[in-house]
């Protein structure tokens, strides 16, 4: 695998961001190879920004709800320094697929639209020269595909891609493009794992170069926030990984009196790597923080101490640019996050771009990190029919699965690679509500959480985010999570609005059988949440109000207060959000505490209250 390190531009090494407008065009006949477009594309060929979905810009359905190939072109110049090095294209995510050529040249291809990819075009580029970059790309979904969906084609012919999941699928290249030149040795990964034992810490790096010398070697830098160095370390990069041609080596530095990195106080350390073969050959730099987490009995530890998770399961999704991803509303969510008193949030149903763990590491907050393993479940409305006791244990049954299970770890791999730095990241969550209940599932996650587990150098807690079928009679993986993970929906899904004393009455019920099961594991609620309004009163309320979103959350603080157990409160969802649409839908879901522009509902104000205490 290429390096996923996070582009940055020093000494030695160089980046350009190929962000801005994008020609693009629909493959509706899929005729572009034949008809020579992956050496650009035709004169019909359309303005398309990047990063963002394609599928708002739009004013016709056609257009909006399209599924297929479709194609993306841009030109970029090399200059002629560059020649003799490493010419990579690195894309934050193109969602779910693509192919990818310059000037004309196939370069590579990647599956899955939620994690980076990086290609050596080194080759193909001529330097000194513009040079055309192409992409294919393509949204449909299958029951082999993370998400799982599927494709139907309707009478007059058109394909329309059905989710097995509730958010829209959006498609496009959602993330930054760069061209990053490097040198042909270089830096291509690194661990860091911290111990802390009283007061001084103990930072485990582990530096990987592509090389084929045992020459080299690494070194080390660890500075405080006003450049002190408090540790560095020179080491031997003596330990060969033939498979990739990459040469590796390993060092520990002391840090005495840390200031470890917190929710809410984010201390972060600069972090220097070098490789010296003589003198420095190249160097990569990055910010750590020094923090520990652990599960105890069932405490969530960090830095040893308890603490409780507060916030969301969010979406990357925004009006017109769907699910692209825009610094600007990624401000404002966290300083919405921050008002309401969050300490916490989920990458529901997917890793999202790098920049918001970055943001995240700087603003003190803790991030459930979740893979794209979402509609593992043959159902559109796998949230309603879970409530209706309906029977799903064939999906782990088919011969889609061997093709399922690889690319599902391949995600997690990737996941895990890119994101295992961050101290923001404090779990990893390898599934959301997937049948759990046949012995198929039991062992197609045994395997899912060993790679996981064997993969993260910090041996973070590992979940997944259980649905209301996966019950404590009946479920048969939570046993692999370190810590439970519920979505709930007493009181919504489960007898809502007049019957919400029964909602809560049930919800007990469930709740003292997980009692009794004496697992001795915390419990967090990744989603509990009732659609509402924002437009919506009415005295006494019914559902879809802000009054009933207020009462729905009072019986649920209840039972979460009223269970020693219950270690965190994740509502769902930080803010309206598109999905499918449909009788239940009401142009979209809207469950958000914010508005889809990012707007307080009435119960954004009870909430601040209670996290706030
Ligand atoms: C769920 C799903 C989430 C849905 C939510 C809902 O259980 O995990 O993707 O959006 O329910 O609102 O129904």
Redesign the pocket.
């Known amino acids: 695998m290429e390096s996923l390190l996070y582009p940055i531009r020093n000494r030695f090494r160089d980046e350009m961001k190929l962000d801005g407008l994008w020609r693009f065009s629909f493959d509706r006949e899929e005729k572009g190879e034949g008809d020579g477009w992956t050496k650009g594309l035709p004169k019909s060929a359309i303005n398309m920004p990047v990063p963002a979905s394609f599928n708002d810009f739009f004013t016709d359905k056609e257009s909006r709800d399209y599924c297929g190939p479709f194609w993306y072109e841009c030109d970029f110049y090399a200059p002629e320094k560059q020649e003799g090095k490493k010419t990579y294209i690195r894309f934050g995510s193109v969602t779910h697929r693509a192919t990818v050529y310059v000037n004309g040249v196939e370069v590579g291809s990647h599956e899955g639209g939620f994690l980076p990819f990086v290609l050596d075009v080194s080759e193909a580029v001529n330097y000194g020269e513009n040079n055309k970059l192409v992409v294919k790309a393509n949204n449909e979904l299958d029951e082999t595909t993370l998400p799982c969906g599927n494709v139907s084609t309707l009478k007059n012919g058109k394909k329309l891609v059905k989710p097995y999941?509730?958010?829209f699928n959006y498609a496009g290249i959602h993330r930054s493009v760069w061209v990053m030149s490097l040198k042909n040795e270089h830096i291509t990964d690194y661990d860091v794992v911290t111990d802390i034992n009283g007061d001084t810490a103990v930072v485990k790096v582990k530096l990987v170069a592509a090389s084929a010398s045992f020459k080299l070697k690494g070194k080390v830098v660890l500075k405080d926030r006003d450049g002190k160095v408090v540790a560095d370390s020179t080491f031997d990069m003596s330990d060969s990984n033939n498979t990739d041609n990459t040469v590796s080596g390993k060092c520990e530095l002391t840090v005495k009196e840390p200031v470890l990195w917190d929710v809410k106080k984010p201390y972060l350390y600069d972090i220097e790597l070098s490789v010296i073969d003589g003198e420095v050959i190249d160097s990569y730099e990055d910010k750590i923080g020094i923090r520990s987490i652990e599960i105890k009995g069932t405490d969530i530890l960090l830095n040893g101490k308890p603490v409780y998770l507060k916030g969301f399961g969010k979406h990357e999704d925004f009006d017109i640019i769907g699910r692209g991803f825009n610094y600007g509303v990624a401000k404002r969510d966290f300083e919405c996050m921050k008002w309401i008193g969050a300490n916490c949030f989920r990458t529901?149903?997917y890793p999202y771009a790098e920049e918001w763990y970055r943001f995240a590491d700087e603003e003190g907050f803790l991030i459930i990190d979740e893979v794209p393993a979402?509609g593992m479940m043959r159902s559109f409305f796998?949230?309603m029919d879970a409530g209706r006791g309906a029977k799903y244990t064939y999906f782990f049954e088919t011969d889609t699965v061997p093709k399922l299970k690889e690319n599902h770890l391949n995600a997690v791999r990737e996941m895990i690679v890119r994101d295992k730095n961050h101290p923001s990241v404090i779990s990893f969550s390898l599934f959301?509500?997937p049948e759990t209940i046949s012995t198929f599932a039991h062992d197609y996650f045994k395997d899912i959480f060993e790679y996981a587990r064997e993969l993260d150098p910090q041996k973070r807690p590992l979940t997944g985010?259980l649905?209301k079928t996966s019950a404590p009679d009946k479920c048969q993986c939570y046993q692999f999570c370190d810590f439970i993970s519920l979505?709930r929906?007493y009181g919504w899904?489960i007898s809502g609005g007049s019957e919400l004393s029964d909602a809560r009455e049930l919800f007990i019920e469930e709740m003292d059988q997980w009692k009794a099961l004496n697992l001795n594991k915390p419990f967090v609620f990744t989603?509990f949440?009732a659609?509402t309004l924002a437009t919506e009163h009415k005295l006494p309320s019914v559902m879809w109000t802000q009054e009933y979103q207020n009462e729905y959350y009072d019986m649920n603080f209840e039972i979460f207060d009223k269970y020693d157990f219950v270690k965190g409160e994740l509502t769902?969802?930080f803010a309206d959000f598109q999905?499918s649409e449909g009788t239940f839908r009401v142009a979209g879901?809207k469950?958000g505490v914010f508005s889809r522009n990012r707007q307080p509902k009435d119960i954004a104000f009870k909430l601040k209250e209670r996290w706030e205490k």
Do not use: L, R
């Open positions: 999941f509730d958010f529901s149903h979402v796998n949230f959301n509500e985010a649905e979505n929906y899904y989603e949440g659609d769902w969802n999905t879901n469950k």
